[in-house]
């Protein structure tokens, strides 16, 4: 992540779960310690093998046992194969070679000690632990809808091949939200289940296309299921829109949110999925918000201005992609398009391309769609409408990168319909209808 001026929200983003489990005086000193370091939030304790077998099901970061509260190593063993985070054990001086190596093997345990083991010396371990076994869950969540099996196809044997498609630049105000609308309207018209979600703070979205600032991103965050998606959400025609934050305070709180946490935009993004829509497209902030988005996405849009000025912000935007936050996200290289927004009398895509390939030092994703300044564009938004339906000059320079995006599914589109005219779609082998 980068740039957070004036919070250290990488610590905050990044405090480890620990689950304490011992006899009390061992407990109290484990505290003291843990209490002193900001990487680390206690957040359960347990005295006896029962209270930590209930506590372990919330699945803490760490566990951190001292094996003196069981009987012996085989209900500790049964204990420890339960559990998919960190575990570090501390066994009793009395414990045997055997049961000591037989703990050790255990995939959760990282550490077995006897005796007694220095907190502060194992802390940098714990924590890097904790974040690699974060990292890796994230990874596997996304990686199962991006690379889904061949039984996650439609009912006409086409790939649903979902779209995740972050519409991003740092700079504003070059046409990220107005571009992000229409696309996704586009790809609700094209029959496509979809859903757009805004992230601005105050979210424009509701402001151009007529709906109330509430429900918003705040209702779902309250309520972070698929019911709670479901009730949060307006409709624009055939398109669902999760508006974004009523105020920045609310905006300021979803940065200091765990990217694994419930309420973090892959985890949104992860449950939408599953609720069966084709295409989801974040109006991506130029804030450091906007890093949530980018690893909740495996398509990335960048909105350009047709200037030197456009080809040096873009550049750097795309910089920061695929080097500063490489590893980070699931946007592979051919997942990049460029949009070149208000284009006129400016530089042409040509010698745009040319410029930000110049910059770069290697070839830059090529310019997927050139869309002109059009002043009805910003009065369709003033009047509440979609750009998209005022102006065919608009509709019409959108359609490459919409064809682009969008038509991979095209089959899906047309995959038979049930009598309700609804479609159904088949996602990890369970039937969705949309
Ligand atoms: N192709 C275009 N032609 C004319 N005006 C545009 C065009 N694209 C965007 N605008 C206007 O530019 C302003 C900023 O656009 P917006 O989509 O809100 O940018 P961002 O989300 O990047 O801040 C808006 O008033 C919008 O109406
Ligand atoms: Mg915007």
């Given at each position: ?43 359960m ?62 995939p ?36 199962a ?8 196809m ?104 765990p ?6 935009v ?12 084709a ?15 980018l ?5 990335l849009v ?5 200037s ?96 682009a ?30």
């Amino acid at each position: 992540m980068w740039n957070h001026p004036g919070m250290n929200l990488q610590q905050a983003a990044d405090a480890v779960t620990v689950l304490l489990a011992g006899q009390i005086p061992r407990l109290q000193a484990w505290y003291t310690a843990l209490a002193a370091d900001a990487r680390f939030r206690v957040a359960m304790q347990a005295t006896d093998p029962q209270d930590l077998n209930s506590k372990l099901v919330t699945n803490p970061d760490v566990l951190l046992l001292d094996a003196t509260i069981y009987p012996g190593p085989q209900p500790l063993l049964e204990t420890l194969t339960r559990y998919h985070g960190a575990a570090y054990v501390l066994l009793p001086l009395e414990a045997s070679r055997e049961a000591m190596d037989s703990i050790a093997q255990v995939p959760c345990v990282k550490g077995v000690y006897k005796g007694d083991l220095n907190l502060v010396a194992i802390a940098g371990e714990m924590y890097a632990a904790a974040q690699a076994q974060r990292q890796a869950r994230m990874s596997a969540g996304m990686e199962a809808l991006w690379n889904r099996p061949q039984s996650g196809m439609g009912a006409g044997g086409a790939p649903l091949g979902l779209r995740v498609v972050a519409v991003w630049n740092q700079a504003g105000g070059v046409g990220k939200t107005t571009l992000a609308s229409n696309l996704a309207y586009e790809a609700a018209r094209r029959g496509l289940p979809t859903l757009l979600v805004g992230l601005g703070a105050p979210d424009d979205l509701p402001l151009i296309l007529g709906l109330k600032p509430e429900p918003n991103l705040n209702h779902w965050r309250a309520n972070p299921t698929a019911e709670g998606l479901k009730l949060a959400l307006q409709k624009v025609d055939t398109l669902d829109v999760l508006a974004g934050f009523p105020d920045v305070l609310s905006e300021a709180r979803a940065m200091n949110t765990p990217l694994d946490a419930p309420e973090s935009v892959p985890k949104l993004v992860l449950t939408a999925a599953y609720m069966g829509y084709a295409v989801i497209v974040l109006d991506a902030p130029p804030t450091a918000l906007a890093s949530a988005a980018l690893a909740a996405a495996n398509t990335l849009v960048l909105v350009a201005r047709p200037s030197l000025e456009g080809v040096m912000r873009t550049v750097e935007a795309y910089r920061t992609v695929v080097e500063r936050l490489a590893g980070e996200h699931h946007i592979p290289a051919a997942g990049v398009y460029v949009a070149l927004n208000r284009t006129g009398a400016r530089m042409g895509a040509d010698e745009w391309h040319k410029a930000a390939s110049t910059l770069l030092g290697r070839p830059f994703p090529p310019v997927a769609a050139q869309i002109p300044d059009e002043p009805r564009v910003g009065e369709a938004q003033d009047a509440r409408k979609l750009p998209l339906n005022a102006s065919d000059t608009f509709a019409r320079s959108l359609k490459p990168l919409a064809d682009a995006l969008f038509s991979t599914q095209g089959a899906a589109a047309g995959v038979p319909q049930n009598g309700s005219g609804k479609k159904t779609f088949e996602i990890f082998g369970v039937r969705v209808k949309v």
